[in-house]
């Protein structure tokens, strides 16, 4: 079973500064099959990437995503207010969905 | 527009069986081979993946949830439930019903509001 490995598990920064989010696997997977979303507190989450690289429909070209293996990024370029969430990875394998534990995007 | 709607009792007591309907409307449950989802997050904490069920296939769920769970789809009433039985405090949640989008390679794109079940005697 793919364990997913978020880190940090906070990252402070402050508008207008750059973002970056990290994903780690337990083993190698198919980059096709991960996925990044947005929380914010009492919504349900919101897709914001999927195929690791591919924007969800109206997601901002502000959060770009990358990486391929065992290693995977969430690059939110220009903070805007609305981004401070929190922010899961994803894995679909084996007939199995694989949650990361989540970062947490505070203000500074 | 795919929409999703949790309902089911918010209190359940311990050892007996959580039962959560999600009733969805704007698609049909039974076409396509669309993942119908469910998602928990206990209090304070992040995403637990429950199960899937898809139309005309089989139902999967998350291993760490053992043979607790049972997931089905009623076509009738273009709806899916989940069943959980033996229930403890560990699995107060909220639970999410939620669906795949279509060439969005299984990313969970449509969600419900999700429905609090708190686990108490």
């Known amino acids: 079973e793919i364990v997913l490995t978020q880190s940090p598990g906070t990252l402070s920064l402050s508008s207008g500064e750059r973002a970056t989010l990290s994903c780690r696997a337990s083993q190698s997977v198919t980059s096709r099959y991960l996925a990044w979303y947005q929380q914010k507190p009492g919504q349900a989450p919101r897709l914001l990437i999927y195929?690791?690289?591919n924007r969800a429909t109206g997601i901002s070209d502000r959060f770009s995503g990358g990486g391929s293996g065992t290693d995977f990024t969430l690059t939110i370029s220009r903070l805007e207010p609305e981004d401070f969430a929190v922010y899961y990875c994803?894995?679909?394998?084996?007939?199995?969905?694989?949650f990361g534990q989540g970062t947490k995007l505070e203000m500074k | 527009q795919v929409q999703l709607q949790e309902s089911g009792p918010g209190l359940v007591k311990p050892s007996q069986t959580l039962s959560l309907t999600c009733t969805v409307s704007?698609?049909?449950?039974?076409?396509?081979?669309?993942?119908w989802t469910w998602v928990r997050q206990r209090p304070g904490k992040g995403l637990e993946w429950v199960g899937y069920?898809?139309?005309?296939?089989?139902?999967y769920s998350n291993p760490s949830l053992k043979s607790r769970v049972y997931i089905s789809i009623d076509t009738s009433k273009n709806q899916f439930s989940l069943k959980l039985s033996s229930v403890t405090a560990a699995d107060t949640a909220v639970y999410y019903c939620?669906?795949?989008?279509?060439?969005?390679?299984?990313?969970?794109?449509?969600w419900g509001q999700g429905s609090l079940v708190t686990v108490s005697s």
């Open positions: 069920i898809f139309y005309g296939g089989s139902a």
């Open positions: 195929g690791a690289s």
């Open positions: 939620a669906r795949d989008h279509d060439g969005f390679y299984y990313g969970i794109y449509y």
């Open positions: 994803q894995h679909y394998g084996a007939s199995l969905y694989t």
């Open positions: 704007g698609a049909s449950i039974s076409s396509g081979g669309y993942f």
